[in-house]
């Protein structure tokens, strides 16, 4: 009997290669790498199968920048024939940026010894990035050929394609609709998974740019990145006894995202205004204008709760069971996407080393309990413009108030206070409602709305009181709802 061997292939070096000088069209650029890097994970192992005759049920996991085969030990000089040249074009493509490795071992003992042995090899390859390699500069416009490739064939076409394919002539290419092996991108039983939805231009004709995105967005006109990642989901997958469990935890984690983040960003409120910047294993990134990001994000996190509900509650810990995301605005409507997806990335990255199960929004790492807090209060502070005509001038009078708090009080004399007095907050929120409220009916309501507010913004606290994060959010979050 023929022995297995397990082989498993990462790219490395992707935040680097998205982040590389892009020329002068730099956006399509940008997404054609990010959709290029999905593909590749996923039509990689797949070609090589093809190209070896050997069985699709062979593909163990694939998709998040990383894939795990078995093959049969005779087809591992082939294998890595096949890989070598494709490293190669992958490697001269980047710029020396992106780097494919792989490690193979047989498929000997149990799966803790054969994942270590896996990850050993890796090691040894990420520590030896020379070995093997050769040091051939480059064609001078291989980068420019590359970034034409990356804007015109994925970022312009990716949308609309019906398959994606790979041919031994380029064999760090992934082709739109053409090649020697192709696999359906449509819902079929073979379909590559993979979320593309992209919000299209008024004409319909190409992908809508930041600043059409930001010229839809409510309330101020401007545009964001959205990042999630699952919280330790490498300890989640560590944690699998055998392979059968690990490609089953890697498969549902990707179709979750694959799928589900299609299907919200086709809905009524998100089809026109979001853009997917990528879907992976354990995490996701779109753009698109603000107001839809924040919606984006609440549905996210609710489908991955009910995700890990149903399908993790066999699974002992919270590792893995948990989403944290972080949005970013741009700083003006014509900045650089790759940017802007750059600082998404330091946030979210901030707030999942300060907390899990969180989100990092408009200067606060919030717990999604607070998150949804404010989402509410946010309602009731547009609330009292709409129905008790307060002026908006009231929300920039009230984010004055944190302001002046946390320049008045350093961190040792909050904790030492142990927050301010109420009714100085009371006395003063009124004052500003008061004041932006012109006089009429309903008075009785509104001084409800006016208590239930102060309460929200500063807690129900009868001694002292601190300004509530989310009562911040939710502020600066009306206050941008309400920009004209």
Known sequence: MSVQIFLEGKLLGIDEFLLAPAGEDP?????????????????????????LGLAKILLGSSGGGQFMLVLPEEMRGAAEAFLEAAAKEISDMSGRILKLLWSITENLGDWSDVRRRLRETLDLRRGTPLAGATLDTPAPDAATAANHYFASELAARLRDADSAGWSPENPGQVSINSGRHTWPLTASADAVPLARHAALSDDGMRPASTGALAGRASGLQTWGVLRGDVDNIGIRIRRAQTIEEHIQLSVMYKQFFAGELEVICSMPEFWR???????????????????????????????????AEQNLQDFPGAEGKTISMAVALAPAVDASLGAVFEEAGRRLEAAKSADKDCIWLLGRTLEWKQFHEASTLKDSLMRMASEFGCSPQYLRDLCGIYRETQSRLSRRQARRM?????????????????AARPAGPQRGDYQKAQTALIGDLIGRSAVTVKLRPAGRVALEWARLSAEA
């Open 27 to 51: 956006d399509p650029v940008f997404l054609g790498r990010s959709h290029w890097i999905s593909l590749l994970s996923e039509i990689l192992p797949r070609a090589l199968l093809a190209e």
């Open 273 to 307: 205004k979001v853009t997917v910047i990528y879907s992976g294993g354990d995490d996701f990134a779109v753009y698109g204008a603000w107001d839809a990001l924040l919606g984006l994000a609440s549905e996210m996190q609710r489908l991955f709760q009910r995700f």
């Open 418 to 434: 142990g927050g301010e007095r109420p009714w100085r907050y009371h006395r003063r929120i009124r004052r500003i409602l008061g």
